[in-house]
T-cell receptor, first 113, second 115 residues
Framework: GENVEQHPSTLSVQEGDSAVIKCTYS??????FPWYKQELGKRPQLIID?????GEKKDQRIAVTLNKTAKHFSLHITETQPEDSAVYFC????????????FGGGTRVLVKP | NAGVTQTPKFQVLKTGQSMTLQCAQD?????MYWYRQDPGMGLRLIYY???????DKGEVPNGYNVSRLNKREFSLRLESAAPSQTSVYFC??????????????FGSGTQLSVL
């Protein structure tokens, strides 16, 4: 089955700096890569996703990049703000696996004012 | 529109006790899921139900059973709780984004401790 590795497990950045989280996946058939954000004590929520026919996608201060050859994808947050402090999860899904998501272990991001 | 509602929010059990976690969604979604969240291990799928009347095992089904009571409700049962089942449990339902991809909507979670 699919295996998703996520790094780093914790990330501390100064407000205004950029944050980058990287994920690798094992199943070359995976074709959908969402990112979920979980604020402290809250439920995870989808913030952005990318599909295998696209190399990069942006939404305001966040962007995702995908390298299918290397089987890795990344989340980039620019001009970080205190409200970006949260745990971020990457995930991968393949049609052959019934499109069920396999999640990475999560990255705890702390934005210091 | 409440989204996904799960109960209880907190529960403490003794080893060997049983309990059922309840989940209901009002978004008319076909698919529903149960995940557990443990530090450093992300969200792991326990069971899912692609439609009313069907259930399938996920990554970590041992020690759990599920019931898809109707389209709205999907319950998770621990028959004989063990300390290894101490975790935060999330119910989710999904909304198709397109041909193959689904966006998950999560409940608020249940923090379960097994002593």
């Amino acid at each position: 089955g699919e295996n998703v590795e996520q790094h780093p497990s914790t990330l501390s950045v100064q407000e205004g700096d950029s944050a980058v989280i990287k994920c690798t996946y094992s199943d070359s058939a995976s074709n959908y890569f969402p990112w979920y954000k979980q604020e402290l004590g809250k439920r995870p929520q989808l913030i952005i996703d990318i599909r295998s026919n696209v190399g990069e996608k942006k939404d305001q201060r966040i962007a995702v990049t995908l390298n299918k050859t290397a089987k890795h994808f990344s989340l980039h947050i620019t001009e970080t703000q205190p409200e970006d402090s949260a745990v971020y999860f990457c995930a991968a899904a393949a049609k052959a696996a019934g499109n069920k998501l396999t999640f990475g272990g999560g990255t705890r991001v702390l934005v210091k004012p | 529109n409440a989204g996904v509602t799960q109960t209880p929010k907190f529960q403490v059990l003794k080893t060997g006790q049983s309990m059922t976690l309840q989940c209901a969604q009002d978004m008319n979604h076909n698919s529903m899921y149960w995940y557990r969240q443990d530090p450093g291990m992300g969200l792991r799928l326990i069971y899912y139900s692609a439609s009313e009347g069907t259930t399938d095992k996920g990554e970590v089904p041992n020690g759990y059973n599920v019931s898809r009571l109707n389209k709205r409700e999907f319950s998770l049962r621990l028959e004989s709780a063990a300390p290894s089942q101490t975790s935060v449990y999330f119910c989710a339902s999904s909304d198709p984004l397109g041909t193959y991809y689904e966006k998950l909507f999560f409940g608020s979670g249940t923090q379960l401790s097994v002593l």
